[in-house]
């Protein structure tokens, strides 16, 4: 296991995480203030107008990017959390062919995290503009 | 990084990749003539009869599971790869909500990799029921 280990520390996934979860860190010590998040538009930080109604503000964008960070991070989806849950609709989208699901949800995972790596960096900078514009 | 990398290192998506390599590793230690598997339907293999049909005999699952297993071990989803290919039906599925498109494609991840170490166990110990007719 020794060579696979190395070999799953240099693989991409594990480094996707790793930026997310370093995007989250610097996030987390740049916003000293984070109340001063609250009801600033998330406009600018998510592409879409259906994320943006469900996410609000930027302060529940900085909420929300630290608890996806805790799960990424100490625990992940629990064995019974992902048993209870399957996606009957994705099987049926994939013809249940194994090797189309696995790397259906590894592109998406791949995808899902670049996405919140840039958004947490986002509403870094977006605080960073706020403090100039207060001070 | 040094507490990221620890926790990271214990997380269950590691270990359930981990696992599925294992799985693999002692699926092609035990199999030494993996021609024995050609033409034996994989019916207690796969639980569905599209899976079945795709996928054809046990040799096929075998040199499937292998590939896999390289994929997850080596070099997972090239940048360009995942870039290309966006999964726009399954963006529409979860309303473009980033942290429910998260816990989807990890759960599914989950998922579909614990499916994937049954398999290969499964062809592990058809192969050695193969064995014990044949001698």
């Given at each position: ?14 480094l ?16 000293l ?41 100490s ?14 609709t ?12 696995f ?33």
């Amino acid at each position: 296991m020794q060579n696979a280990e190395a070999r799953f520390n240099k693989n991409s996934l594990l480094l996707t995480l790793r930026r997310y979860s370093l995007a989250v860190s610097d996030m987390e010590q740049t916003i000293l203030l984070p109340s001063l998040l609250r009801d600033v538009p998330a406009d600018e930080v998510w592409d879409s107008d259906v994320a943006e109604e469900s996410c609000g503000d930027l302060y529940g964008n900085y909420l929300m990017l630290k608890t996806i960070r805790n799960t990424v991070e100490s625990g992940l989806v629990t064995l019974d959390d992902h048993k209870a849950k399957t996606n009957k609709t994705l099987e049926t989208l994939v013809d249940t062919d194994p090797e189309a699901l696995f790397h259906f949800h590894l592109r998406g995972l791949f995808s899902v995290m670049s996405d919140l790596t840039k958004k947490s960096r986002s509403v870094t900078e977006k605080y960073m503009d706020i403090i100039r514009v207060t001070n």
